[in-house]
Nanobody
C-alpha cells in the first residue's frame, strides 16, 4: 500500500521560510517523479514543482527563485524548501508521486499559512 505522509506545515510571517517533507512508503521511490501541489481556498489545485529522480526540478513561475524541491532517495523523502514566503502562498500543500497515469498517488496535505 502506497503512503505519502507530509509534514512541516505551519504559520509563518511574510518573508519567512517553511520546509515541507513528504515520506513515501510502499513504492519504488527512485522510479517515481515526485511533486508538490497546492490548493488555496476557492482555487483549483496547482502544480508548485516536480522532479524525477536524477533530473532537474521544474517550478511554477510564481515560486521560481523562492522555492526549492529536492529528494533523498535513500530516505524515500522529498522536500519543499519555501523561502521569501508571501501571503498568497497560503494553501494546503500536497505531495504527489507519479509513475504513470494509473500509478499516481497523493498525500493527505499539510497547511501552510503566511501572515502579513
Amino acid at each position: 500500500q502506497v503512503q505519502l505522509v507530509e509534514s512541516g506545515g505551519g504559520v509563518v510571517q511574510a518573508g519567512g521560510s517553511l520546509r515541507l517533507s513528504c515520506a513515501a512508503s510502499g513504492l519504488t521511490f527512485g522510479s517515481y517523479a515526485m511533486g508538490w501541489y497546492r490548493q488555496a481556498p476557492g482555487k483549483q489545485r496547482e502544480l508548485v514543482g516536480a522532479m524525477r529522480s536524477g533530473g532537474s526540478p521544474n517550478y511554477a513561475d510564481s515560486v521560481k527563485g523562492r522555492f526549492t524541491i529536492y529528494r533523498d532517495n535513500a530516505k524515500n523523502t522529498v522536500y519543499l524548501q519555501m523561502d521569501s514566503l508571501k501571503p498568497e502562498d497560503t494553501a494546503v500543500y500536497y505531495c504527489n508521486a507519479t509513475y504513470s497515469y494509473f500509478q499516481n498517488y497523493w498525500g493527505q496535505g499539510t497547511q501552510g499559512t503566511v501572515s502579513e
